[in-house]
Protein backbone atom coordinates (compact mmCIF):
# COMPACT_ATOMS: atom_id res chain seq x y z
CA UNK A 1 0.00 0.00 0.00
CA UNK A 2 2.68 2.49 0.69
CA UNK A 3 5.28 1.84 -1.66
CA UNK A 4 2.78 1.50 -4.15
CA UNK A 5 2.17 5.61 -3.78
CA UNK A 6 5.63 5.65 -5.59
CA UNK A 7 5.43 3.25 -8.69
CA UNK A 8 5.70 5.81 -11.87
CA UNK A 9 6.92 9.12 -10.00
CA UNK A 10 10.77 9.08 -10.61
CA UNK A 11 10.59 12.17 -13.06
CA UNK A 12 8.33 13.59 -11.12
CA UNK A 13 10.29 13.15 -7.82
CA UNK A 14 13.54 13.63 -8.88
CA UNK A 15 12.54 17.56 -9.54
CA UNK A 16 10.83 18.12 -6.72
CA UNK A 17 10.80 15.99 -3.25
CA UNK A 18 14.04 14.41 -3.90
CA UNK A 19 15.94 17.63 -3.84
CA UNK A 20 14.15 17.60 -0.27
CA UNK A 21 15.28 14.50 1.08
CA UNK A 22 19.01 14.92 0.46
CA UNK A 23 18.61 17.84 2.77
CA UNK A 24 19.81 15.02 5.30
CA UNK A 25 23.12 14.91 3.56
CA UNK A 26 25.13 16.85 5.55
CA UNK A 27 23.64 15.56 8.58
CA UNK A 28 24.24 11.94 8.29
CA UNK A 29 28.02 12.17 5.91
CA UNK A 30 29.21 13.66 9.58
CA UNK A 31 28.37 10.50 10.82
CA UNK A 32 30.24 8.11 8.62
CA UNK A 33 33.82 7.01 9.41
CA UNK A 34 35.71 7.98 6.26
CA UNK A 35 36.17 4.92 3.36
CA UNK A 36 33.05 3.00 4.43
CA UNK A 37 30.83 0.18 2.57
CA UNK A 38 27.67 2.05 2.59
CA UNK A 39 24.15 0.67 1.70
CA UNK A 40 21.88 3.30 0.14
CA UNK A 41 18.13 1.85 0.89
CA UNK A 42 15.42 3.80 -0.89
CA UNK A 43 17.75 5.77 -2.56
CA UNK A 44 15.19 7.31 -4.58
CA UNK A 45 16.93 9.70 -7.95
CA UNK A 46 20.19 8.82 -6.34
CA UNK A 47 20.98 12.39 -4.63
CA UNK A 48 22.02 11.26 -1.61
CA UNK A 49 23.90 8.39 -3.24
CA UNK A 50 25.76 10.80 -5.70
CA UNK A 51 26.72 12.72 -2.19
CA UNK A 52 28.34 10.03 -0.43
CA UNK A 53 30.35 9.23 -3.59
CA UNK A 54 31.89 12.15 -3.53
CA UNK A 55 32.53 12.00 0.15
CA UNK A 56 34.90 8.99 -0.92
CA UNK A 57 32.61 6.30 0.26
CA UNK A 58 32.48 2.68 -1.53
CA UNK A 59 28.68 3.26 -2.05
CA UNK A 60 25.77 0.68 -3.25
CA UNK A 61 22.19 1.75 -3.52
CA UNK A 62 18.84 0.16 -4.30
CA UNK A 63 15.19 0.96 -4.57
CA UNK A 64 12.13 -1.31 -5.37
CA UNK A 65 11.31 1.32 -8.58
CA UNK A 66 13.16 0.27 -11.60
CA UNK A 67 12.60 4.05 -13.08
CA UNK A 68 14.31 5.17 -9.54
CA UNK A 69 17.32 2.55 -10.25
CA UNK A 70 18.03 4.14 -13.41
CA UNK A 71 18.10 7.74 -12.41
CA UNK A 72 19.98 6.71 -9.42
CA UNK A 73 22.39 4.98 -11.79
CA UNK A 74 22.99 7.73 -14.32
CA UNK A 75 23.50 10.51 -11.72
CA UNK A 76 25.73 8.25 -9.04
CA UNK A 77 27.33 5.72 -11.29
CA UNK A 78 27.48 3.68 -8.40
CA UNK A 79 25.90 0.10 -7.97
CA UNK A 80 22.36 0.49 -7.78
CA UNK A 81 20.10 -2.39 -7.79
CA UNK A 82 16.47 -3.11 -7.73
CA UNK A 83 14.98 -4.32 -4.33
CA UNK A 84 13.28 -3.62 -1.36
CA UNK A 85 12.66 -3.94 1.92
CA UNK A 86 12.34 -6.30 4.20
CA UNK A 87 14.01 -8.59 1.77
CA UNK A 88 17.24 -6.87 0.51
CA UNK A 89 19.23 -8.59 -2.29
CA UNK A 90 22.02 -8.92 -0.13
CA UNK A 91 23.92 -11.65 2.16
CA UNK A 92 24.19 -10.94 5.53
CA UNK A 93 26.11 -8.45 7.37
CA UNK A 94 28.02 -6.76 4.19
CA UNK A 95 27.81 -3.17 4.47
CA UNK A 96 29.67 -0.76 7.61
CA UNK A 97 26.82 1.49 7.30
CA UNK A 98 23.28 1.26 6.33
CA UNK A 99 20.96 4.02 4.96
CA UNK A 100 17.14 4.66 5.66
CA UNK A 101 17.01 8.26 4.68
CA UNK A 102 13.03 8.35 4.65
CA UNK A 103 12.22 5.37 4.06
CA UNK A 104 10.53 3.62 7.18
CA UNK A 105 7.93 6.02 6.92
CA UNK A 106 7.20 4.63 3.69
CA UNK A 107 7.00 1.19 4.01
CA UNK A 108 4.36 -1.22 5.06
CA UNK A 109 5.60 -2.77 7.76
CA UNK A 110 7.87 -0.77 10.00
CA UNK A 111 9.13 -3.45 11.91
CA UNK A 112 9.93 -5.84 9.32
CA UNK A 113 11.72 -3.22 7.43
CA UNK A 114 13.77 -2.12 10.29
CA UNK A 115 14.97 -6.08 10.46
CA UNK A 116 15.91 -5.82 6.71
CA UNK A 117 18.31 -2.64 7.41
CA UNK A 118 19.75 -4.78 10.53
CA UNK A 119 20.44 -7.80 8.39
CA UNK A 120 22.80 -6.26 6.04
CA UNK A 121 24.88 -4.20 8.85
CA UNK A 122 27.56 -6.00 10.36
CA UNK A 123 28.10 -5.91 13.95
CA UNK A 124 29.84 -2.98 15.52
CA UNK A 125 28.85 -1.02 12.32
CA UNK A 126 25.87 1.68 12.07
CA UNK A 127 22.40 1.88 10.60
CA UNK A 128 20.92 5.26 10.65
CA UNK A 129 17.19 6.55 9.52
CA UNK A 130 15.49 9.67 9.10
CA UNK A 131 11.47 10.48 9.49
CA UNK A 132 9.50 13.44 9.18
CA UNK A 133 8.23 14.31 12.09
CA UNK A 134 4.09 14.15 12.96
CA UNK A 135 4.22 18.12 13.20
CA UNK A 136 2.28 19.38 9.82
CA UNK A 137 5.61 21.27 7.50
CA UNK A 138 5.37 24.31 6.10
CA UNK A 139 5.22 22.75 2.45
CA UNK A 140 2.22 20.55 3.44
CA UNK A 141 0.49 23.60 5.29
CA UNK A 142 0.64 26.07 1.74
CA UNK A 143 -0.80 22.62 -0.07
CA UNK A 144 -4.00 21.98 2.45
CA UNK A 145 -4.38 26.07 2.35
CA UNK A 146 -4.66 25.97 -1.44
CA UNK A 147 -6.83 22.57 -1.08
CA UNK A 148 -9.30 24.73 1.20
CA UNK A 149 -9.19 27.94 -1.01
CA UNK A 150 -10.42 25.89 -3.75
CA UNK A 151 -13.00 24.08 -2.32
CA UNK A 152 -11.11 20.39 -2.56
CA UNK A 153 -12.30 17.44 -1.64
CA UNK A 154 -9.88 15.06 1.05
CA UNK A 155 -10.01 11.19 -0.43
CA UNK A 156 -9.38 9.22 2.74
CA UNK A 157 -5.35 8.90 2.94
CA UNK A 158 -3.67 5.80 3.27
CA UNK A 159 -2.55 4.71 6.72
CA UNK A 160 -1.09 1.77 8.46
CA UNK A 161 -2.97 0.02 10.90
CA UNK A 162 -2.30 0.93 14.38
CA UNK A 163 -0.45 -2.08 15.33
CA UNK A 164 2.18 -1.32 12.35
CA UNK A 165 2.62 2.27 12.60
CA UNK A 166 4.85 4.01 15.00
CA UNK A 167 5.47 7.63 16.70
CA UNK A 168 6.89 9.85 14.11
CA UNK A 169 9.49 11.65 16.81
CA UNK A 170 13.15 10.79 17.78
CA UNK A 171 11.35 8.55 20.54
CA UNK A 172 9.50 6.37 17.89
CA UNK A 173 11.81 5.70 15.69
CA UNK A 174 14.25 5.35 18.37
CA UNK A 175 12.21 2.59 19.86
CA UNK A 176 11.51 0.99 16.09
CA UNK A 177 15.90 0.66 15.90
CA UNK A 178 15.55 -0.87 19.42
CA UNK A 179 13.24 -3.01 18.83
CA UNK A 180 14.91 -4.80 15.82
CA UNK A 181 18.13 -5.44 18.24
CA UNK A 182 20.17 -2.22 18.25
CA UNK A 183 21.55 0.21 20.39
CA UNK A 184 20.88 3.41 19.66
CA UNK A 185 23.84 5.84 19.85
CA UNK A 186 22.03 9.48 18.86
CA UNK A 187 18.86 11.03 17.97
CA UNK A 188 18.74 14.78 16.37
CA UNK A 189 16.92 16.64 14.55
CA UNK A 190 18.22 17.96 11.18
CA UNK A 191 17.26 21.84 9.68
CA UNK A 192 17.92 23.01 6.99
CA UNK A 193 16.01 25.26 4.31
CA UNK A 194 14.58 23.61 0.98
CA UNK A 195 15.35 25.78 -2.01
CA UNK A 196 12.49 24.57 -4.86
CA UNK A 197 11.29 25.92 -7.96
CA UNK A 198 7.40 26.76 -8.43
CA UNK A 199 7.02 25.09 -11.14
CA UNK A 200 8.90 21.57 -9.19
CA UNK A 201 6.96 22.06 -6.10
CA UNK A 202 3.79 22.00 -8.68
CA UNK A 203 4.90 18.56 -9.78
CA UNK A 204 5.50 17.06 -7.29
CA UNK A 205 2.43 17.49 -4.44
CA UNK A 206 0.23 17.04 -8.09
CA UNK A 207 2.34 13.09 -8.26
CA UNK A 208 3.91 12.26 -5.11
CA UNK A 209 2.58 10.32 -2.16
CA UNK A 210 -0.38 11.41 -0.62
CA UNK A 211 -0.27 14.63 -2.77
CA UNK A 212 -0.80 13.13 -5.76
CA UNK A 213 -3.67 10.79 -4.08
CA UNK A 214 -5.34 13.98 -3.13
CA UNK A 215 -4.53 15.81 -6.53
CA UNK A 216 -6.40 12.99 -8.53
CA UNK A 217 -9.22 13.16 -6.75
CA UNK A 218 -10.25 16.68 -7.32
CA UNK A 219 -12.82 17.55 -9.91
CA UNK A 220 -11.00 19.74 -13.35
CA UNK A 221 -12.95 22.74 -12.26
CA UNK A 222 -11.30 22.32 -8.48
CA UNK A 223 -8.04 21.38 -9.99
CA UNK A 224 -8.58 24.47 -12.45
CA UNK A 225 -9.30 26.56 -9.35
CA UNK A 226 -6.18 25.70 -7.59
CA UNK A 227 -2.97 26.06 -10.50
CA UNK A 228 -5.43 29.62 -10.60
CA UNK A 229 -4.56 30.36 -7.01
CA UNK A 230 -1.23 28.96 -6.31
CA UNK A 231 1.01 31.27 -7.47
CA UNK A 232 -1.07 33.84 -4.74
CA UNK A 233 -0.10 31.00 -2.35
CA UNK A 234 2.95 30.61 -2.73
CA UNK A 235 4.20 34.13 -3.13
CA UNK A 236 4.74 34.35 0.70
CA UNK A 237 7.43 31.71 0.45
CA UNK A 238 9.22 33.14 -2.56
CA UNK A 239 13.04 34.30 -2.18
CA UNK A 240 13.90 35.36 -6.04
CA UNK A 241 12.68 32.61 -8.11
CA UNK A 242 12.42 29.68 -5.47
CA UNK A 243 10.21 28.81 -2.98
CA UNK A 244 12.28 28.83 0.49
CA UNK A 245 10.74 26.23 3.14
CA UNK A 246 12.05 25.82 6.70
CA UNK A 247 12.42 22.14 7.27
CA UNK A 248 12.93 19.68 10.05
CA UNK A 249 13.60 16.37 10.22
CA UNK A 250 14.32 13.26 12.69
CA UNK A 251 17.71 11.21 12.60
CA UNK A 252 18.69 8.31 14.82
CA UNK A 253 21.21 6.35 14.16
CA UNK A 254 22.01 3.10 16.12
CA UNK A 255 24.64 0.48 16.07
CA UNK A 256 23.93 -3.77 15.55
Known amino acids: ?22 GTAPALLTRIPSGSRVL ?7 HLTAALLTAGHVVTAVDPDPEMVALASSRS ?9 PDLPFDDAPFDVVLANFVLNHV ?21 ATVWPASLMHQA ?7 DAAGAVRPPAPRLAPHLDFERSSEGLGSLLSGAGLDVIEASAPRWDWSVRPEDFWAGATTIGNFGVTWRAQSTAVQE ?11 PWLVGEHLVFPVEAVLVTASP
Open 225 to 235: SMRELYEDFAA
Open 40 to 46: DVGCGSG
Open 141 to 147: QLWNDLL
Open 77 to 85: GADVRQGGL
Open 108 to 128: DDPRAATRGLVRVARSGGQVA
Open 1 to 22: MAEGLWDDVAAAYDRSFATLCS
